[in-house]
Every structure is written in structure tokens, then in C-alpha cells.
């Protein structure tokens, strides 16, 4: 779920400034309980991913939200991008106990954070942002792969939401860097096909929201998926 102005929205191709209230079939709100809710009566999906668009751009921050949801759906992981940059920052974050924080590479200006996690023994995800071919953030955070945790999304913001498909090639290169990273891949599913074919390809896991507002997946081929994952060696 993309946050903003206390809202879920629909992500197309990281255009972020035309993002509209989303729309989706398997709800008439955009409230992000209702549509936590809607998302979580649809399927029993291990996380629920959250972006704080108002947090990534420095327009404020949601985390009223997040902990709301939080409350409200305890018994699940909650994965949290809220534009983290610093170790104050992110202490701020862990003591308001909303999740897992998710460390964007397009919101980094070096390794420092995400040394410092290493060294402390702090668990986060790190996703790499692309976008039109390239990293967002600095190009260290793809080279240094000993800093990497053992969670690894690879985003192509460019494919979110445009009915493309995923980038098989791009999850392929960051696999290779780090084969022991679980990396789960973001941005451009459109059916049980696309699951299949990430499932085939190793992927840990899939970032889902347009293919399951338009109602593209069905809670049957997400069940099928999720055995496939499963038995996957």
C-alpha cells in the first residue's frame, strides 16, 4: 500500500505527484484500515508493505497510520519505507514500534546507514529503487553486497502499476550479486502467469497492488502460488 496525505493510492510508473486516490474492486475506500482490511479478507498474505510516499518525499510522515494498522493487525509483519536516511531517524522509527523498516536505496546517501544496522544487529530489508534502467541512490549500496540483510526487494518503480510485467533480467543481476539474499521482486505483476514465472525464476516473494485491485489474481492462484513458493528447493 502507497500512503499519502492519510490515503492509499494507486503508484503508476513513480509519477508520484499524479498518484490518485486508489480504486479497487475489492473495496470503495481509500482508507488504508479499510483497504488493509479488504487486502487481508482477500488473502492471508505473510506482510503487508507499506510506502510513505509524505515520509520518502520529506511532505511529513503517516506514522499515525502505520500504528493504527499496527493495532489492528498484530499478527502479521508489517514492512515500512518511510524514506529512512539516518540512524536518528531510524531510532525514531523503531521506538514507535510500527514494523520492519524497509532502508530505499533512492532515499540513501551513502552505506552509513545501513553499516550501522549491520554492525548493531538491527533486521531491516534494503530495496533497491530503479527506475528507466537505473538505481536510484548511490551506486556503493549495489556494491557492497556484505551490508546487504538477508532481505533484498528490487523495485522498478518504472513498472509499478503500468501493466508491464517484471523485470526478469534486473531481478536476475541482483540475485546473482548476493545468492544468499532472500529478494523478493516489486513492480509490474499482472496475473498468476507473472507468479509463476518469478516463482520459476527464485524470487523469495512478490510486492502486489494493481494486479489485486483490478482484480487480475484470484485468492485460488494465490494459494497455488504460495504452494509453488513452498516446495520451491
Known amino acids: 500500500m502507497d500512503l499519502m496525505q492519510g490515503r492509499v493510492v494507486h503508484a503508476r510508473r513513480g509519477a ?43 511532505r511529513g510522515d503517516n506514522f499515525h497510520i502505520v500504528a493504527a494498522l499496527r493495532a489492528r493487525f498484530p499478527a502479521g509483519e508489517i ?11 531510524l ?17 540513501q546517501t551513502g552505506t552509513g546507514l545501513l553499516a550501522e544496522m549491520a554492525a548493531a544487529g538491527v533486521e531491516g530489508i534494503l530495496s533497491l529503487d530503479f527506475k528507466d534502467g537505473r538505481m536510484l541512490g548511490p551506486a556503493a549500496l549495489l556494491e557492497q553486497t556484505g551490508l546487504w540483510p538477508r532481505r ?12 508491464l510485467g517484471p523485470d526478469l533480467a534486473l531481478l536476475r543481476q541482483v540475485q546473482a550479486r548476493a545468492p544468499r539474499a532472500r529478494v523478493y521482486a516489486g513492480g509490474g505483476v499482472r496475473d498468476a502467469r507473472d507468479l509463476e514465472t518469478l516463482a520459476r525464476a527464485g524470487a523469495a516473494g512478490v510486492l502486489l497492488a494493481s494486479a489485486l485491485h483490478d482484480g487480475s489474481l484470484t485468492p485460488g492462484e494465490m494459494e497455488r502460488s504460495r504452494r509453488a513458493e513452498t516446495r520451491r528447493p
Open 16 to 58: 508520484r505527484d499524479a498518484y490518485r486516490p486508489v480504486a479497487s474492486c475489492l473495496t470503495p475506500s481509500a482508507e488504508p484500515l479499510e483497504v488493509a482490511a479488504s487486502l487481508l479478507e482477500f488473502f492471508s498474505f505473510d506482510a503487508l508493505y507499506l510506502a510513505d510516499l509524505d515520509a520518502i518525499l520529506g
Open 79 to 89: 514492512w515500512v519505507d518511510a524514506g529512512l536516511a539516518s540512524s536518528d531517524r
Open 91 to 107: 531510532r525514531q522509527f523503531q521506538a514507535c514500534a510500527l514494523g520492519v523498516p524497509v532502508i530505499g536505496s533512492e532515499s
Open 152 to 163: 533484498v526487494i528490487v523495485l522498478d518503480l518504472h513498472r509499478v502499476g503500468s501493466g
